[in-house]
């Protein structure tokens, strides 16, 4: 009976901190506008096909590079296409590349980071040698330079954004490797006859992937800006796709002509990349107050 | 310090090779052509093999990977596919520019970012310290090229203060100036974001020291306790991380180039992205990350010069 009641006070009190976190997190008031900014862009990226008056390829050549009226609220491009409806499909492109090359990234990260952390030292010097190496470039060179080489695509923007932020997934879960490798439960687990892959996907694994996660969430807007970056080069989404890079690059060859590209295809980056920065921050200072001097 | 210094520069220059090795390999291993990329669709394979041959692609990888840097010591970059002029002759006269640009924007961010972070850092928690570090965290996260696009739209397009193309008449520093001062503020302003928030964070650490808390016992004026005695020690994070920012100045100095339609490396490689000019595209990529490499080779040194501690740690 004694036991049973603490079990359930146990329980209690586990799910009054995970509460707690969510109220922390929404009652620090940037990281409440993060997420109302993060849900309306997500949730209208999702609804793109519900919510966007237009096809974004459809043409309206009569009515080309318009300013806002009735029938197009944010104007037409170059082609006479709904630049809202385009914006609002771009969104799913930023919001689709981010998701699948940080996730990518965390993997590869968490696994080599690992690895090197567990593995043989010469391994480790090499895999330290190798993320060095890849931290020396600067990041948009290292993406023309491969673009130059395979020909731009999202696939190619996907392969860029993962070589260059698999780094710093994998330095962290080295050091976290480190740093458990030699304490008492992994020695007594490997004493007990565990094999390396047991000890690192049971043991290290769930020790590691939270500051991994908190990385996850702040590299979101970091993805997305490369990724408009290199659209607005024109060497990342093909047309007629569009992305708020392809936009703004649009934009920027009519911004004589009209304003309204350049604001309909940059206003919704920054407010993305600001919304996952305030919740970054946040989910950081509520998760993982140590991060946070850095 | 002598140790220190050969053994950092040592460093520096392995990892240099390493990043063009892995470079090259990995072009060698994806499975595009750059022949085919570089001559287009139409080309006949006697082209092809022509310049496979002209660019050493026919030999072995390590064969190519030696002699490319055997060549790079010598000042050799190659041959320009199109004009056939050297490669590093091309980048040398675009250096210039595209490090005007990258000091220009990063001292700017330097000169406003240090004593912004250092005023917010007096108070913290007030309404100053609030506003800074939500204008910090907004300058971080918004794109420097949108705001390279947004400031040329205000200030070129509609207000028409500032000239966009080019940078300037060559006899005439006033105008090579004015073509500056949009290009360097789009680069720098996420950076003074970072700098306000670095210099907060290592200033309230050092606030809290023996020392500081000593002058501030003897009565000495709080902005000489600041400026003085907390900066000096604070400031040695952020000279560590300034060497790390002239890469992200780099990135940012290639959109801010092709924006504003400025001469510069950034817009020379862009060019060459796009004519598939492939001893350009790897000659700039290779001078941007010598560059990277000397500026965090240079913050490194200063911080080593000013901070003993560091020198153990290699």
Known sequence: MEAKKSFSDSSDFRRESRFSNLVQLVKNPLGLIGLIIVIAIVSSAICADWIAPYDYKAFDIKARLSGPTWDHLLGTDNLGRDTLSRSLYGGRVALSVALISVSLSLVIGLFLGMLAGYGPRRLDSLLVLIFDSIRAFPTIMFALAVITIVGPSLNTVIAVVVITTVPGYARIARTQTLALKHTEFILAERSLGAKPIRVMFSHIVPNVIAPLLILASMDIPVVITIEAGLSFLGLGVKPPTASWGSILNLGYSFIRDTPWMVIAGGVPLILTTLGFTFLGEALRDVFDPKLKKD | ?314
């Open chain 2, 1 to 314: 310090m002598l140790i220190y210094i050969i053994k950092r520069i040592f460093l520096a220059v392995l990892i240099v090779c390493v990043a063009m090795l892995l470079l090259l390999s990995a072009i060698h291993l994806v499975p595009g052509d750059p022949a085919g990329v570089a001559l287009g669709p139409r080309a006949t394979p006697e082209m092809r093999e022509a310049f496979r041959v002209r660019m050493g692609l026919d030999q072995p990888f390590i064969i190519q990977y030696v002699k490319f840097l055997a060549n790079v010591v010598t000042g050799d970059l190659g041959v320009d596919v199109w004009s056939n002029k050297p490669v590093s002759s091309i980048i040398g006269a675009q250096v210039p520019h595209t490090l005007r640009l990258t000091l220009l924007g990063l001292g700017w961010a330097v000169i406003v970012g240090i004593p912004l972070g250092c005023w917010s850092s007096i108070r913290p928690n007030s309404w100053i310290d609030r506003i800074v570090g939500l204008i910090s965290v907004s300058a971080i996260a918004v794109p420097s090229f949108i705001i390279a696009v947004y400031s040329l739209l205000l200030f070129t397009v509609t207000l028409r203060w500032f000239p966009a193309i080019g940078a300037g008449d060559k006899g005439d520093p006033w105008d090579q100036f004015m073509h500056l001062v949009l290009p360097s503020f789009a680069i720098g302003l996420g950076w003074v974001g970072y700098l306000a928030r670095l210099v907060r964070a290592s200033m309230l650490e050092t606030m809290g020291e023996n020392h500081i808390r000593m002058a501030r016992a003897y009565g000495l004026p709080t902005a000489k306790i600041t400026y003085v005695y907390a900066l000096k020690l604070a400031i040695l994070p952020t000279v560590a991380l300034l060497g790390v920012g002239v890469g992200g100045l780099l990135s940012g100095a290639v959109f801010a180039e092709i924006v504003f339609a400025r001469p510069g490396i950034g817009k020379l490689v862009y060019d060459a992205v796009m004519t598939r000019n492939y001893p350009i595209v790897m000659g700039g990529v290779l001078v941007t990350t010598i560059l990277y490499a000397a500026s965090t080779l240079i913050s490194d040194l200063i911080t080593a010069a000013l901070d003993p501690r560091v020198r153990e740690n290699l």
